[in-house]
């Protein structure tokens, strides 16, 4: 059974910094981009980060120089350090495995990020 669980979220003040987790089973971990995606409420799921099995990063402009996405594969775990937080960050964390070499994928429960004085 695959499972991806998410944990580190809460509630931070502007300018903060909180960091994800993300651990992974069922899954040959090092064959999978890690992908961390954000929900606002009434909004779509935006992507915030990706690790390729290689160890390649990608940030979107709205986080670059701010978030940072780590994996060890040893722990099968992916990383989203996140700095100098802003309100407009405030959602729905979600943690996305994607095969390197087929179709399959698999999604987190997600973890609320919350962003407020």
């Known amino acids: 059974q695959v499972k991806l669980v998410e944990s580190g979220g809460g509630l931070v003040q502007p300018g903060g910094s909180l960091k994800l987790s993300c651990a992974a089973s069922?899954?040959?971990?090092?064959?999978?981009?890690m992908n961390w995606y954000r929900q606002a409420p009434g909004k779509q799921r935006d992507l915030v980060a990706t690790i390729t099995h290689g160890g390649n990063t990608y940030y979107p402009d709205s986080v670059k120089g701010r978030f940072t996405i780590s994996r060890d594969n040893a722990k099968s775990t992916v990383y989203l350090e996140m700095n100098s937080l802003k309100p407009e960050d405030t959602a729905v964390y979600y943690c996305?495995?994607?095969?390197?070499?087929?179709?399959?994928?698999?999604w987190g429960q997600g973890t609320q990020v919350t962003v407020s004085s």
């Open positions: 069922g899954i040959a971990f090092n064959n999978y981009h």
């Open positions: 996305n495995a994607d095969h390197a070499y087929s179709h399959g994928q698999y």
